[in-house]
């Protein structure tokens, strides 16, 4: 399973959001692709959470570079 570990938003200054570093005093815990597409348009939309779900920053219709992380599936079954 692949998640969001890094987001680089190309603009002018170029903002970067990454697991594990702290923006405005919340550690950003998840970032996650919510855009939606449309049959004649694509929305595009990443939002940036903290520890306790709270939106950090939404990147709307921007110019990304997103880095995945592979990360281990555990199976319960016994």
């Known amino acids: ?34 855009g939606s597409e449309y049959e004649d348009h694509v929305h595009s939309e990443y939002v940036v959470l903290d520890e306790d779900g709270h939106m950090i920053a939404s990147v709307e219709n921007a110019p990304v570079i997103v880095d995945y992380k592979e990360i281990a599936e555990h199976d319960n079954e016994k």
């Open 1 to 34: 399973m692949q998640i969001i570990q890094k987001l680089t938003v190309v603009s002018n200054p170029t903002r970067v959001f990454e697991v594990g570093t702290e923006i405005d005093s919340s550690e950003v815990i998840e970032i996650k692709q919510v």
